[in-house]
């Protein structure tokens, strides 16, 4: 059974930073593309990052940008995200989601498996 498990969310004040994981048992985990997304109250899931199966390439939300850094390790079925300089409009559920074949990665439709989410909350 697939499994991605979310980890690290919490309670920040705005400015500070968190580290979010995600742990997955996907047999060949090397071979996903593997993204993040969030959604707040009242709004649609929306993209936050993307990292390339090697972790040679990764894209980003223009919100986020210079801000987030996604990573992954491919000897541990890891991704991860870095979270720095945080505000309260990234306040969100936070998920990890893996996509196995070629295509766009900018949609929540376009991933095969997901985690259950991680709760973020910036205070001001």
């Known amino acids: 059974q697939v499994q991605l498990v979310e980890s690290g969310g919490g309670l920040v004040q705005a400015g500070g930073s968190l580290r979010l994981s995600c742990a997955a048992s996907l047999r060949t985990f090397s071979s996903y593309v593997m993204g993040w997304f969030r959604q707040a109250p009242g709004k649609e899931r929306e993209f936050v990052a993307y990292?390339?199966?090697?972790?040679?390439?990764?894209y980003y939300a223009d919100s986020v940008k210079g801000r987030f850094t996604i990573s992954r390790d491919n000897a541990k079925n890891t991704v991860y995200l870095q979270m720095n300089s945080l505000k309260p409009e990234d306040t969100a559920v936070y998920y990890c989601?893996?996509?196995?074949?070629?295509?766009?990665?900018?949609?929540?439709?376009?991933?095969?498996?997901w985690g259950q989410g991680t709760q973020v909350t910036v205070s001001s």
């Open positions: 989601a893996g996509r196995y074949y070629s295509g766009s990665y900018y949609t929540p439709d376009e991933y095969d498996y």
């Open positions: 990292i390339t199966r090697s972790g040679g390439n990764t």
